[in-house]
């Protein structure tokens, strides 16, 4: 009973801390920060990047989402949260173009955001989407909003709705970490979804060196339905947590679109991203 307790009142200091580091009032220092990882055409150009969200917290230091996203969805603190994500990599986005005036990439470069469940069903979902696009003067069709399986097997139709609603303004979709879910395959055809990301434990069970598994299966066998079936479906395909060439190189024989991974690149501070995509262009 001691540790349930203890575990509670972390969590609810957790929750307090993040409250707190949500009010970006403007002199102090920002405890919420966003890193973006480069995603990769099979041409081998910059195709986009996803914003990853990051807590410099004042004692732990520096927190992984994967600490602190559930507490936020569970409180309700994801919907200003990811509000502020949602702002903070559009301007992000804005900044580059700026910079670069172009130069270094495939145009438009396509700026990735999770949506986490609670966010997308809020009422103002849609507007706040097409106000944040106005107020930074952004083409919609630049930014990709990722869904996971469980909004979509939500509410179906009020998530078509929805969907159909931003695709009408320009906006593309997303499917993340799919095959994770339990959600039946029959909703795919019916949502206007433009890129499948296929899970990185997929990517993990490629191996060069061992063409089939203890139990005699092929481990890419799904990889190659999930592309076929994906491209059938007018979709593009790209693969996240590649690691090795072996990967890539599978990845790339059973024609998946886009690659996402240390292989390329681990998440960048934005001051990063030019650099590194200028310095790629010259190799
Ligand atoms: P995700 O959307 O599946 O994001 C990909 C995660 O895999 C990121 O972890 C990324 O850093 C990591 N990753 C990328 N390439 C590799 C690789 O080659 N190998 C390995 N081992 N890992 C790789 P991260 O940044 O810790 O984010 C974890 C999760 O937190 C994300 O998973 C996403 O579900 C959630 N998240 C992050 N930012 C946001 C946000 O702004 N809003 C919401 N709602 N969720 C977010
Ligand atoms: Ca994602
Ligand atoms: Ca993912
Ligand atoms: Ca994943």
């Known amino acids: 009973a001691h540790a349930l307790q203890e575990a509670a009142s972390a969590r609810l200091a957790l929750r307090n801390d993040l409250k707190a580091a949500l009010h970006i009032t403007a002199p102090a220092p920002q405890e919420l920060l966003l890193h973006y990882q480069p995603q990769i055409n099979a041409q081998g150009q910059l195709h986009g990047v996803e914003a990853l969200v990051r807590w410099n917290h ?3 230091g520096l927190i992984p989402p994967g600490a602190f996203i559930a507490e936020a969805e569970a409180s309700g603190l994801i919907v200003p949260l990811g509000n502020w994500v949602l702002l903070e990599a559009a301007a992000a986005l804005r900044r580059w173009q700026t910079e670069s005036g172009h130069a270094t990439w495939a145009q438009p ?6 949506v986490s469940p609670r966010q ?3 009422p103002d979902f849609v507007d706040r989407v097409c106000a944040t696009l106005e107020q930074l003067g952004l083409n919609a069709l630049s930014l990709e909003l990722e ?15 929805k969907m159909q609603l931003l695709r ?11 095959g994770t879910g339990y959600s039946s395959l029959s909703y795919l055809k019916h949502l206007p979804i433009d890129t499948l990301k296929i899970d990185r434990s997929f990517v993990m069970d490629i191996d060069a060196q061992a063409p089939t598994s203890p139990g005699g299966k092929r481990p890419a066998v799904l990889i190659e339905a ?3 079936m994906a491209h059938q479906l007018n979709m593009q395909v790209l693969a996240e947590g590649v690691e090795t060439p072996a990967q890539l190189a599978h990845l790339k024989a059973s024609g998946c679109d886009i690659f996402q991974g240390y292989f390329f690149s681990k998440p960048l501070p934005e001051g990063l991203l030019l650099p590194w995509a200028s310095q790629r262009s010259q190799e």
């Open 58 to 60: 004042p004692q732990q």
């Open 109 to 114: 470069l396509t700026m990735a955001v999770n």
């Open 226 to 228: 999930i592309i076929a």
């Open 147 to 161: 869904l996971t399986e469980s909004v979509v097997a939500d509410d179906l139709e009020a998530t078509l709705a």
């Open 168 to 178: 009408q303004y320009g906006v593309r979709f997303a499917l993340d970490d799919f």
């Open 120 to 122: 997308f069903r809020e």
